[in-house]
């Protein structure tokens, strides 16, 4: 069972009110986009936001970011509300308890960075827990949808960073051509060596350029997190 809180090197996560708990790999997203955005970037969205993990990492790492964090589930906005006034940038966070399709159509503004870890499955079977049905599928936010509130709300040059399963990947793309919005670099995560790849982040543009494609293997063959994992969350997990 998850514990109800979980510290970082500079805030902590509650998370007994939300349905989706801390995981490593929507870390791992948090510290990817954070690490590959000029600090010069002031306006961020933060859809479905949940516990406010990916706000909160963004924030610690940009000190000029303003940050829109939209979600759903009312406990869990909540949750990120009280998150964000617990934590050293709270003036900086602003938590928004409604669809992103109805956020998106009162906004008045575009946003220089856009980040989301989306609801995974479609057509999957559901458990009997409602609200980490809404947390998990996507009923209430196809990829479809997402990727065209992003192409409404996205800043020319602005970038769009995404985690998803793996076997998405493909189909993922082949929306984003639709919207003409451009993959600059994707990474595939697996556990260990031994596993195949379980997520894939992305980070997206509006201009075609050479995409760079790696990967991150979370435990090395010692069982000890992996070099890149611990260059990535060194600034936020306790134990790095």
Not at 19 to 32: H, Q, R, W, Y
Not at 73 to 81: G, P, Y
Request: aromatic share 12%; with cysteine.
């Amino acid at each position: 069972m998850a514990n109800d809180y979980f510290q970082f090197k500079q805030f902590l996560i509650k998370q007994d009110k939300c349905a989706m708990k801390v995981c490593t790999d929507a870390c791992l997203l948090g510290a990817f986009a954070a690490n590959r955005l000029p600090l010069t970037v002031h306006r961020l969205l933060d859809i479905g936001t949940g516990t406010g993990l990916l706000s909160l990492m963004l924030a610690q790492r940009n000190l000029n970011a303003v940050i829109d964090a939209v979600e759903i589930d009312e406990a869990a906005a909540e949750q990120a509300k009280e998150n964000f006034n617990n934590s050293p940038w709270k003036e900086r966070l602003n938590v928004h308890n409604e669809p992103i399709q109805k956020f998106a159509k009162s906004i008045n503004k575009k946003y220089d960075v856009i980040i989301c870890n989306p609801p995974f499955f479609e057509n999957d079977l559901k458990s009997e827990n409602q609200k980490r049905n809404l947390a998990l599928h996507s009923d209430a936010l196809s990829l479809e949808e997402l990727i065209s509130i992003v192409g409404f709300l996205l800043e020319k040059n602005g970038s769009f960073f995404c985690l998803l399963p793996f076997h998405r990947t493909k189909y993922f793309e082949e929306l984003l051509v639709n919207k003409k919005l451009c993959v600059k670099e994707k990474v595939f995560i697996k556990q260990t060596l031994k596993h195949n790849y379980f997520r894939t982040i992305f980070w997206i543009d509006r201009f075609p350029s050479e995409l760079t494609q790696s990967e991150i293997v979370i435990m090395n063959n010692e069982n000890e997190y992996s070099k890149r994992f611990k260059e990535l969350l060194r600034e936020y997990y306790l134990r790095l």
